[in-house]
């Protein structure tokens, strides 16, 4: 299709790499070094620019609608993360297990522990470091205690969600 294939694009000799498994929508743009993981998935409006470094995206990670990913060094995120809509994620690490929820707002360098969840619109700093475990909330953002059972149970409830739709939107032959 003329339109995924000029919105996947090389850069400095690196090209997107997508597993097999993964679903990434034909509105999204993506270009340079990035690795994207099995039964991870890449929604309508996302832009993942990858020119500074490069971006790893893990297993069953899922980029939801309007998100930009970036950053002036090498990302990685997670196994089943879910970063939620109109998000700007310039993080440095989003470890396992974690949701940044709408509209939140991760400055250069942070580093985000695994089974976090950072609440919509939460505005991190630059270079913040987020332990294991963490709720995270407000503007600017502040740790406010452990992420609750009921909390982390919604993260992966979500992310196996996405899992789900994914594999559903590709079956669609209309998407291929």
């Given at each position: 299709?003329?339109?995924?294939d000029?919105?996947?694009?090389?850069?400095?000799?690196?090209?997107p790499?997508?597993?097999?498994?993964a679903?990434?929508s034909e509105?999204?743009?993506?270009?340079g070094d990035?690795?994207?993981?099995?039964?991870?998935s890449?929604w309508?409006?996302?832009?993942?620019?990858a020119d500074?470094?490069?971006?790893?995206i893990?297993e069953?990670?899922?980029?939801q609608?309007?998100t930009?990913v970036?950053g002036?060094?090498?990302?990685h995120?997670?196994?089943?993360?879910?970063?939620?809509?109109?998000?700007?994620?310039h993080?440095?690490?989003?470890?396992d297990?974690?949701m940044?929820?709408?509209g939140s707002?991760?400055n250069?360098g942070?580093?985000?522990g695994?089974n976090c969840?950072?609440?919509s619109?939460?505005?991190?700093?630059?270079n913040?470091i987020?332990p294991?475990?963490?709720?995270?909330?407000?503007i600017?953002?502040?740790?406010k205690g452990e992420i609750?059972?009921?909390h982390?149970?919604?993260v992966?409830?979500?992310?196996?969600?996405?899992v789900?739709k994914?594999?559903?939107?590709?079956?669609?032959?209309h998407?291929?």
């Amino acid at each position: 299709m003329f339109l995924k294939d000029n919105m996947i694009r090389e850069y400095n000799g690196k090209k997107p790499e997508i597993h097999t498994s993964a679903f990434v929508s034909e509105f999204a743009y993506l270009i340079g070094d990035i690795e994207i993981g099995p039964e991870s998935s890449i929604w309508p409006g996302v832009i993942i620019r990858a020119d500074s470094g490069k971006i790893v995206i893990g297993e069953k990670s899922n980029i939801q609608d309007n998100t930009v990913v970036h950053g002036d060094h090498d990302v990685h995120i997670g196994n089943g993360v879910t970063i939620g809509h109109n998000v700007m994620c310039h993080a440095k690490t989003v470890g396992d297990n974690v949701m940044l929820a709408n509209g939140s707002i991760i400055n250069e360098g942070v580093v985000i522990g695994k089974n976090c969840l950072i609440g919509s619109a939460a505005t991190i700093i630059d270079n913040m470091i987020i332990p294991d475990n963490s709720l995270v909330l407000g503007i600017p953002a502040r740790i406010k205690g452990e992420i609750s059972e009921k909390h982390l149970q919604m993260v992966r409830q979500n992310a196996i969600g996405y899992v789900l739709k994914a594999i559903n939107y590709k079956n669609h032959k209309h998407f291929e």
